[in-house]
């Protein structure tokens, strides 16, 4: 008998039986092809293509400059190095926000140009309606509340959100507004943790946390953060596994020296 060697790939359905049995979700960002190609093939769930490549990739302080062509550009890398994970697309800030048509609009050149599974946004009942069209059109759409980057410049500073109980109440509503607008599921980033965890248990798409503490159905982190290539930063919520930064300063000044004392290349590194 043959081995059945098909990838059984990752898809909105797959996430909610995970939740149902209780799995953890596992999701990192990813911008390019080579990253993401690594990502799949360590197992990861969700790939994000995160409008957080505005800071990362391209060095800008906030989320707002990336615009849907340079989204594009990194989700369509992405999704050639991806065989199993779902990738999921964020929708750049001004490319959703006017209307229903324009996000639905963004959401095609997304899907279309670039390959990819679904789309997030962010906010709650005030993006209800561009949910709902764009789930209509067929595509799935991940939500996303409390700390948002793209509002950054309303709340002024990027602290735990939602600790008061006004925030709390707003954003359980919203979180039930976007599963009723038919997300499949939400990412909740920097709020207290037993707010998160009430949420999770409220509703039945899969939550995914970033700074949100464990009761989360799931967990994302920036690659930039998770690998220590970004040395900066440094909030409470964030484990670090590799120090990668560290590693390639030693690579590459090995590499320096090695050409400055003609060591490299050898007679077996030539034609
Ligand atoms: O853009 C991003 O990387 C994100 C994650 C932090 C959830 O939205």
Do not use: W
Not at 226 to 235: A, D, R, S
């Amino acid at each position: 008998m043959s081995e059945n060697k098909e990838i059984k790939k990752v898809t909105t359905h797959t996430l909610v039986k995970m939740k149902q049995a209780g799995e953890k979700i596992s999701m990192i960002t990813a911008y390019d092809y080579s990253f993401a190609k690594i990502f799949d093939a360590a197992g990861i769930d969700i790939l994000l293509v995160g409008d957080s490549a505005s800071n990362v990739m391209a060095g800008h302080e906030t989320t707002l400059p990336i615009t849907l062509d340079q989204m594009i550009y990194h989700a369509s890398s992405v999704v050639r190095g991806t065989s199993r994970a779902l990738v999921v697309v964020d929708l750049p800030f001004g490319s959703y926000q006017g209307n229903t048509k324009e996000a639905l609009n963004s959401t095609i050149r997304i899907m279309k140009e670039t390959g990819a599974h679904a789309i997030k946004l962010e906010g709650g009942a005030e993006v209800m309606d561009s949910v709902k069209r764009i789930v209509d059109a067929g595509v799935p759409v991940m939500g996303h509340l409390g700390l948002t980057p793209q509002s950054i410049y309303k709340f002024g500073t990027y602290t735990v959100r939602a600790k008061e109980e006004e925030e709390a109440e707003k954003l359980i509503k919203d979180a039930s507004i976007l599963q009723e607008a038919g997300c499949f599921a939400v990412v909740l980033e920097k709020i207290p943790a037993l707010l998160a965890g009430q949420v999770s248990a409220q509703l039945s798409i899969p939550i995914i946390g970033i700074g949100a503490g464990g009761a989360c159905d799931g967990q994302v982190l920036v690659m930039h953060d998770l690998l220590g290539i970004n040395t900066e930063f440094k909030p409470r919520f964030l484990r670090t596994y590799l120090n990668l930064n560290e590693l390639i300063i030693g690579a590459v000044k090995k590499y320096i020296a090695d050409v400055k004392s003609h060591d490299f290349p050898n007679t077996s590194e030539q034609y």
